[in-house]
């Protein structure tokens, strides 16, 4: 690894919280009561929770003229159509909902997610003004057997197939090891620093322009006592929080965080 930083441009962090299948909808109007105030006077950070869809109408309504936004965690690259339990972003842009998550981890290795069908939904969300945030990432195996690279190449270039230049920077992508999701084992600055300008590096190899935009977060066991060291990395632009953000008060310490 070891590529250049890509110098000069100005990204505006995002801190996204993945609540995954936690929070009933009743639940998630007392967080969202205690996150607003502890974010209303941060300035320079972008924030999003990604929600279960049953909350996302309650949620959207109570954030609205915050700077919270509200994300959905997945969704089908068609409109409409026969697909059983599925849900469109038309639906999720007819509610308002700003982005959603797409790949995680957990939807490749429990649910089947592929990457041929993330290279449908990214360009899908887009079309819908979804703000999508793809989420890459190796296993512990991966890693250990040199891999990661690989992995990240393959994952990005299959993912973002779909997209056209001119808009690659409007994705987001989370690098996520697998290793650390959910584990309390955050990758070290370095692992992070490295995996994510190599992932901008992958970005640059299809548009310079688009590498010096596009926001690439770290996820993977960030808490609040770990946030501020991978947030000042030089290539990464803000976190995607998984059990750190089911709390008001720390999802909150983690945008403090971004924004020092
Ligand atoms: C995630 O769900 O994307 C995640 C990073 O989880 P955690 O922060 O709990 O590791």
């Known amino acids: 690894m070891g590529r250049d930083r890509v110098m000069g441009a100005e990204r505006t962090p995002l801190i996204a919280g993945n609540w995954k299948m936690y929070k009933t909808e009743a639940q998630s109007e007392g967080y969202i009561q205690a996150l607003l105030p502890r974010v209303s006077s941060v300035s320079g950070v972008d924030i999003a929770v990604c929600v279960p869809y049953t909350d996302l109408r309650a949620m959207v309504d109570s954030a609205r003229g915050s700077r919270v936004e509200v994300y959905a965690q997945n969704m089908h690259h068609e409109p409409q159509g026969a697909f059983t339990g599925e849900i469109s972003a038309l639906m999720l842009s007819e509610l308002d909902v700003a982005g959603v998550v797409l790949g995680h ?3 490749r290795q429990l649910f089947g997610e592929t990457d041929k069908a993330l290279a449908l939904k990214v360009p899908a969300a887009l079309e819908a003004g979804i703000a999508p945030i793809l989420c890459v990432g ?17 994952q990005i270039g299959e993912d973002l197939a779909g997209v056209r ?3 690659l920077a409007e994705v987001t992508i989370a690098y996520e090891p697998i290793w650390a999701i959910g584990t309390g084992r955050v990758a070290t ?3 992070a620093q490295e995996a994510i300008a190599f992932v901008r590096a992958l970005v640059g190899g299809r548009s310079p322009a688009a590498a010096e935009q596009v926001r690439i977060l770290y996820g993977g066991s960030v808490k609040p006592d770990n946030a501020a060291e991978l947030l000042e990395l030089p290539d990464v632009d803000g976190a995607l929080v998984g059990g750190a953000s089911l709390e008001a008060e720390s999802f909150a310490a983690i945008v403090a965080a971004a924004q020092s």
């Open 189 to 191: 600055p370095e692992q």
């Open 138 to 154: 190796e296993s512990e195996e991966e890693r250990d057997e040199g891999e990661t690279e690989r992995k990240l190449r393959h």
């Open 105 to 107: 981890s957990e939807r």
């Open 165 to 167: 230049d001119e808009r």
